[in-house]
């Protein structure tokens, strides 16, 4: 089946440490993004990536680090820099961006783990 | 992208029709409504989207008026399964990645 997969669903971590949320698409799609959600309020974009080894910060991208180098993949490392991590993390990807006026740019998105700092 | 109003909760007995408002009065001549849900502790999940015209789709109605300012998402056989915070979000759909704008939507609640 294809899909987005989110790993762990539940994640603890005490305060200081790095920790690093998985995410993985076999949609093909070229697309992937990052959002984190607090209790009680809509999503925010931290990173999102167009296409194979570039990506863009997003409205809240600092205390966290993505990379892309692989199409299926887009890792986010949540740091110490990060004031308050525990938050809802969520991944989703689409189809090519790129397509200028598409009426069809469709977000999947992954099951979301639930990060808790200590 | 515009941003939207919608209403922070509704309830709907089930069986009956959800009629969620939304309201875009800034919305640009090449911007879309998209419509997502969130069932508690999951991922978002899209629903439906139109420029100008209604849409109907398996899920659900969207139905946006003449001046685009506002719309309206249709549940027509709401089941308990339909509660959701449900998302209106505008954006157009031009070159770069289609980032999507939340806001804190509807708490859809459905009850016997």
């Known amino acids: 089946d294809g899909g987005i997969t989110q790993s762990p669903k539940y994640l603890f971590r005490k305060e200081g440490q790095n920790v690093t949320l998985s995410c993985e698409q076999n949609l093909n799609h070229d697309a992937m993004y990052w959002y984190r959600q607090d209790p009680g309020q809509g999503l925010r974009l931290i990173y999102y990536s167009q296409i194979v080894n570039d990506f863009q910060k997003g409205d809240i991208a600092e205390g966290y680090s993505v990379s892309r180098e692989k199409k299926e993949s887009f890792p986010l490392t949540v740091t110490s820099a990060q004031k308050n991590p525990t938050a809802f993390y969520l991944c989703a990807s689409s189809i090519d961006p790129g397509q200028k006026f598409s009426s069809y740019n469709e977000q999947f998105f992954g099951p979301g783990t639930r990060l808790t700092v200590l | 992208d515009a941003k939207t109003t919608q209403p922070p909760s509704m309830d709907c007995a089930e069986g009956r029709a959800a009629n969620l408002p939304c309201n875009h009065s800034t919305i640009s001549g090449n911007e879309y409504v998209y419509w997502y849900r969130q069932i508690h502790s999951q991922g978002p999940q899209y629903i439906i989207h139109?420029?100008?015209n209604n849409e109907t789709n398996e899920m659900a109605s969207l139905i946006i008026t003449e001046d685009r300012k506002s719309s309206t998402l249709i549940l027509p056989h709401a089941t308990l399964r339909d509660t959701a915070v449900y998302y209106c979000i505008v954006r157009a759909n031009t070159g770069t990645a289609s980032k999507l704008t939340f806001g804190t939507g509807t708490r859809l609640q459905v009850t016997l």
């Open positions: 139109g420029l100008k």
